[in-house]
């Protein structure tokens, strides 16, 4: 059975510019088998049902995201996404 725990944001991230700055932050990890490359795991992360419920929120105060800007998120193309 795999764990999922609380651990500090990692320099040098996207989320560390924030925690720097006193804003609210949270991180987790969870270790797995195997080998998943990062556009594969964005893409499908962003459009799970329970994120998707997430981005349906964001689009009710005006920060809509969608499985079109994760694809471009994922590929690099993009470094903007509502989340």
């Not at 006193?22 to 459009?47: Q, S, W």
């Not at 809509?64 to 471009?72: F, G, K, M, W």
Request: glycine fraction near 4%; include cysteine.
């Amino acid at each position: 059975m795999f764990s999922i725990e609380k651990c500090p944001v990692p320099a040098n991230t996207m989320l560390d510019k924030y925690t720097r700055n006193g804003t609210y932050t949270d991180c987790y990890l969870i270790e797995i088998p195997g080998r998943v490359f990062f556009p594969k795991f964005i893409f499908a992360f962003y459009t799970t049902p329970l994120f998707q419920l997430e981005r349906l929120i964001l689009k009710l105060v005006s920060k809509p995201s969608t499985d079109i800007q994760a694809r471009q998120l994922a590929d690099g193309v993009s470094d903007k996404f509502a989340a």
